[in-house]
């Protein structure tokens, strides 16, 4: 094993990485802001809307994020008769990807929520959406610290399939140093440390987000 030829293609690599992350880290926020408002969808009073919200939910989970991938990478400039980059294709693809495992997360965390704490907000005035924003919605964010953290790991490793679309992350990046050097071994190992710190930091993070919360 040649260790100087990874030692050399470390800021390269690094590069990739980096990329890796601002497109999880986007995803993950965009995701979870869409996740949250299709979970209220999920749960409105209004069959039609929680109809189209589940509807919804179930395309994107039941079709293979390659393929969302290819729809938006392909598909979104021909509707937007406007082309688009592929760091945007992609944060736009892993960010509706996200949004609908996201909602299902939201939305037990929600219902986890004692009833008897949104009748005694109502109670003492507060409306139903003071209720949701100060009550429901703080305490369903903390219960689902650990799913959210699962998908973002998931985001990050599933990042390699951007590489699909030409978008040099970190496994584009090593391929790319493999066809350079014909030594896809060291550059793939390498690669495979660096995703494996990378979702160990992200686990340590939430824990301790977590263990604080506990506390408090």
Same mark, same amino acid.
């Given at each position: 094993?040649?260790?100087? !030829? *990874?030692?050399?293609?470390? +800021?390269? #690599? /690094? $590069?990739?990485?980096?990329?890796?992350?601002?497109?999880?880290?986007? %995803?993950?926020?965009?995701?979870?802001?869409?996740?949250?408002?299709?979970?209220l969808?999920?749960?409105?009073?209004?069959?039609?809307l929680?109809?189209?919200?589940?509807?919804?939910?179930?395309?994107?989970?039941g079709?293979?994020?390659?393929?969302?991938?290819? !729809? *938006?990478?392909?598909?979104? +400039?021909q #509707? /937007? $008769?406007?082309?688009?980059?592929?760091?945007?294709?992609?944060?736009? %693809?892993?960010?509706?990807?996200?949004?609908?495992?996201?909602?299902?997360?939201?939305?037990?965390?929600?219902?986890?929520i004692?009833?008897?704490?949104?009748?005694?907000?109502?109670?003492?005035?507060?409306?139903?959406?003071?209720?949701?924003?100060?009550?429901v !919605?703080?305490?369903?964010?903390?219960?689902v610290?650990?799913?959210?953290?699962?998908?973002?790991?998931?985001?990050?490793?599933n990042?390699?399939?951007?590489?699909a679309?030409?978008?040099?992350?970190?496994?584009?990046?090593?391929?790319?140093?493999?066809s350079?050097t014909?030594?896809?071994?060291?550059?793939?190992?390498?690669?495979?440390?660096?995703?494996?710190?990378?979702?160990?930091?992200?686990?340590?993070?939430?824990?301790?987000?977590?263990?604080?919360?506990?506390?408090a």
């Open positions: 094993m040649d260790f100087n !030829l *990874i030692w050399q293609n470390i +800021p390269y #690599l /690094l $590069q990739g990485a980096a990329m890796t992350l601002k497109i999880t880290g986007l %995803a993950l926020v965009f995701g979870v802001l869409l996740g949250t408002l299709v979970a969808a999920r749960l409105s009073p209004l069959r039609w929680a109809g189209l919200a589940l509807a919804y939910i179930e395309l994107i989970r079709t293979p994020m390659l393929v969302q991938i290819f !729809l *938006i990478f392909f598909g979104l +400039p #509707l /937007l $008769q406007h082309p688009i980059n592929e760091f945007a294709a992609g944060v736009i %693809a892993f960010s509706i990807n996200s949004s609908a495992y996201v909602a299902e997360i939201v939305r037990s965390g929600i219902q986890s004692a009833r008897g704490q949104t009748e005694a907000s109502l109670s003492l005035g507060f409306t139903p959406t003071d209720t949701l924003r100060y009550i !919605l703080p305490q369903a964010f903390r219960r610290v650990p799913p959210l953290v699962n998908e973002a790991i998931s985001l990050l490793k990042s390699s399939l951007l590489s679309i030409a978008i040099v992350e970190l496994t584009r990046a090593a391929q790319l140093v493999s350079r014909f030594r896809p071994f060291e550059m793939f190992l390498a690669i495979s440390v660096m995703y494996l710190i990378m979702t160990l930091t992200l686990s340590f993070i939430a824990n301790r987000i977590e263990n604080r919360w506990r506390v």
